[in-house]
């Protein structure tokens, strides 16, 4: 281990004799599905057109800079230089602070300034000449720090990117049916976003869902598998249960006044003040009911909300503080031994709650949302080619939790994904590690789709990437046990969109 030298700050910046034209940056987004990437410090950092993708995508507090030439990056960021090394700054310690990263390509130097968003935290600035390495034991380090939790990851089959709103009871059952019947080795069957009668209203059956949530647990443990359960607990529907009941609840404008927030299930909804010791409770309370009916694995989705700007019942919290008190209350609630998957979540700040976190955005049946990326500037929405951008380069976070590559897509009906593109995605899961998850609906799977199905619930321990001065789409894709290649076009022997394996010793 390294004796890095830790320091105690409230900012600072630095110069740095370093040439811009030569010089990589490694950038991590704030929560689950804002971009981390490895690009050219002179190139731009994309800065997305509308405010909803900008609350849903990113920290609206500390946005993507839009300009060439300047990268922001939070809890750490590292300057590569061509030969491996260069510097890295890194956050120890992110329970009640945001560490806000800054790099600048000014004239022949690079400015980097750091800003904490609450009190001083302990942090680490170093050259070094293993950007790699430097980047890993801080991390970890960090994880020591705050008590990260990282049980072994689960295989996972999740009801989202089949069925989507419109799944129901039997939907589950059937395919929990047919995965013991081809015996394939999941771990859990998760139902997502479709059961419940709004958001907020978690308790209340949606009348599509041809049952009740609480219904399924006991039939899921007698075909032996454990029940898993999808919710946004943060988040209130405008014509939800919840927000007539609390509109008092709800995070606040300056006016006064509930936010309205991204834009999703056809329009902006709420979040919640978790502040506010009544919804303390309520959250308490919610994850503890969930777990009665039996659940014993829980997605908590869209957890951004609790961490946005706003107006708060008690402003004397941050918004580090103000989102782990919320993770506090659904942590206690469902206690210990329940499995917490965090996603669309603020990442640093989750460690010590989170036992496995989604570290990309959605995969998709699609490569390339290319409309949304390139023309909005926005690479946080569900597409393939997002996910594997983002996720590959996050390898380090394995030491926070359990990382969340998201499901792979294995049939080849109901995609635009080719062959090799789900090959790829196969690829990712070997080398991130941790969860493996699908979503394919069983019966729509021939013998080659199973045999896919089955090489992709095989857990692997995570990789280490062999360079950052070298990348094949502005992602870390060069890694031991292979490359991968997200650009349009071959690269050294790798096809577009593609992930050659290497030969092992």
Same mark, same amino acid.
């Given at each position: 281990?390294?004796?890095?030298?830790?320091?105690?700050?409230?900012?600072?910046?630095?110069?740095?004799?370093?040439?811009?034209?030569?010089?990589?940056?490694?950038?991590?987004?704030?929560?689950?599905?804002?971009?981390?990437?490895? +690009?050219?410090?002179?190139?731009?950092?994309?800065?997305?057109?509308?405010?909803?993708?900008?609350?849903?995508?990113?920290?609206?507090?500390?946005?993507?800079?839009?300009?060439?030439?300047?990268?922001?990056?939070?809890?750490?960021?590292?300057?590569?230089?061509?030969?491996?090394?260069?510097?890295?700054?890194?956050?120890?310690? /992110?329970?009640?602070?945001?560490?806000?990263?800054?790099?600048?390509?000014? %004239?022949?130097?690079?400015?980097?300034?750091?800003?904490?968003?609450?009190?001083?935290?302990?942090?680490?600035?170093?050259?070094?000449?293993?950007?790699?390495?430097?980047?890993?034991?801080?991390?970890?380090?960090?994880?020591?720090?705050?008590?990260?939790?990282?049980?072994?990851?689960?295989?996972?089959?999740?009801?989202?990117?089949?069925?989507?709103?419109?799944?129901?009871?039997?939907?589950?059952?059937?395919?929990?049916?047919?995965?013991?019947?081809?015996?394939?080795?999941?771990?859990?069957?998760?139902?997502?976003?479709?059961?419940?009668?709004?958001?907020?209203?978690?308790?209340?059956?949606?009348?599509?869902?041809? %049952?009740?949530?609480?219904?399924?647990?006991?039939?899921?443990?007698?075909? %032996?598998?454990?029940?898993?359960?999808?919710?946004?607990?943060?988040?209130?529907?405008?014509?939800?249960?919840?927000?007539?009941?609390?509109?008092?609840?709800?995070?606040?404008?300056?006016?006064?006044?509930?936010?309205?927030?991204?834009?999703?299930?056809?329009?902006?909804?709420?979040?919640?003040?978790?502040?506010?010791?009544?919804?303390?409770?309520?959250?308490? /309370?919610?994850?503890?009911?969930?777990?009665?009916?039996?659940?014993? &694995?829980?997605?908590?989705?869209? =957890?951004?909300?609790?961490?946005?700007?706003?107006?708060?019942?008690?402003?004397?919290?941050?918004?580090?503080?103000? &989102?782990?008190? %919320?993770?506090?209350? =659904?942590?206690?609630?469902?206690?210990?031994?329940?499995?917490?998957?965090?996603?669309?979540?603020?990442?640093?700040?989750?460690?010590?709650?989170?036992?496995?976190?989604?570290?990309?955005?959605?995969?998709?049946?699609?490569?390339?949302?290319?409309?949304?990326?390139?023309?909005?500037?926005?690479?946080?929405?569900?597409?393939?080619?997002?996910?594997?951008?983002?996720?590959?380069?996050?390898? &380090?976070?394995?030491?926070?939790? +359990?990382?969340?590559?998201?499901?792979?897509?294995?049939?080849?009906?109901?995609?635009? =994904?080719?062959?090799?593109?789900?090959?790829?995605?196969?690829?990712?899961?070997?080398?991130?590690?941790?969860?493996?998850?699908?979503?394919?609906?069983?019966?729509?799977?021939?013998?080659?789709? =199973?045999?896919?199905?089955?090489?992709?619930?095989?857990?692997?321990?995570?990789?280490?990437?062999?360079?950052?001065?070298?990348?094949?789409?502005?992602?870390?894709?060069?890694?031991?046990?292979?490359?991968?290649?997200?650009?349009?076009?071959?690269? /050294?022997?790798?096809?577009?969109?593609?992930?050659?394996?290497?030969?092992?010793?």
């Amino acid at each position: 281990m390294t004796d890095f030298q830790v320091q105690q700050s409230t900012g600072q910046s630095w110069t740095l004799a370093l040439d811009p034209g030569q010089t990589r940056v490694l950038i991590n987004g704030f929560q689950s599905w804002s971009e981390a990437e490895v +690009q050219p410090l002179t190139a731009a950092q994309a800065r997305p057109t509308f405010v909803w993708m900008q609350e849903h995508g990113h920290d609206p507090a500390f946005l993507p800079s839009g300009q060439a030439g300047v990268w922001r990056s939070h809890t750490l960021i590292a300057l590569v230089r061509p030969d491996g090394g260069g510097f890295v700054g890194h956050s120890l310690d /992110e329970s009640r602070s945001y560490a806000h990263w800054e790099a600048r390509a000014e %004239g022949g130097q690079v400015a980097l300034t750091l800003t904490v968003e609450g009190p001083a935290i302990p942090l680490v600035f170093t050259e070094t000449g293993d950007v790699i390495g430097a980047v890993e034991e801080l991390s970890a380090q960090l994880a020591r720090n705050m008590a990260a939790r990282t049980p072994p990851p689960l295989r996972v089959w999740c009801s989202w990117y089949s069925y989507y709103r419109t799944v129901t009871l039997g939907h589950m059952l059937g395919n929990a049916q047919l995965s013991r019947d081809h015996a394939l080795p999941f771990d859990v069957f998760q139902l997502d976003d479709g059961f419940q009668a709004d958001l907020g209203d978690w308790t209340l059956p949606a009348p599509s869902f041809g %049952g009740h949530a609480r219904d399924l647990p006991a039939a899921l443990g007698a075909l %032996g598998y454990q029940a898993g359960l999808w919710l946004a607990p943060f988040l209130a529907g405008p014509d939800s249960e919840l927000f007539r009941a609390h509109p008092d609840w709800m995070l606040k404008g300056q006016d006064g006044l509930p936010l309205l927030i991204g834009n999703n299930w056809g329009g902006p909804y709420h979040g919640l003040d978790t502040t506010h010791p009544a919804v303390l409770d309520w959250l308490r /309370e919610l994850a503890r009911e969930v777990v009665g009916w039996g659940y014993s &694995y829980l997605k908590l989705d869209f =957890l951004f909300a609790g961490a946005l700007p706003g107006a708060r019942h008690d402003p004397g919290k941050t918004r580090a503080e103000a &989102y782990r008190m %919320g993770l506090a209350a =659904l942590r206690e609630g469902a206690g210990s031994e329940t499995f917490l998957l965090l996603c669309g979540a603020p990442l640093a700040s989750s460690i010590g709650y989170a036992d496995a976190m989604r570290t990309g955005p959605d995969v998709s049946p699609i490569w390339d949302d290319d409309s949304r990326r390139v023309w909005l500037h926005d690479a946080t929405g569900p597409a393939a080619r997002n996910a594997l951008h983002t996720a590959l380069s996050r390898w &380090y976070q394995h030491a926070w939790y +359990q990382p969340d590559p998201d499901v792979m897509i294995a049939r080849d009906a109901l995609t635009l =994904l080719s062959r090799t593109e789900r090959h790829t995605l196969t690829g990712l899961l070997d080398v991130v590690g941790g969860l493996r998850a699908s979503s394919d609906p069983i019966d729509m799977l021939d013998e080659g789709g =199973l045999t896919l199905l089955r090489r992709a619930l095989e857990i692997s321990t995570p990789d280490r990437p062999t360079t950052l001065a070298t990348s094949f789409g502005g992602a870390v894709t060069h890694y031991r046990r292979g490359t991968f290649n997200l650009t349009d076009a071959p690269a /050294e022997g790798v096809p577009a969109h593609g992930y050659r394996e290497h030969a092992h010793d």
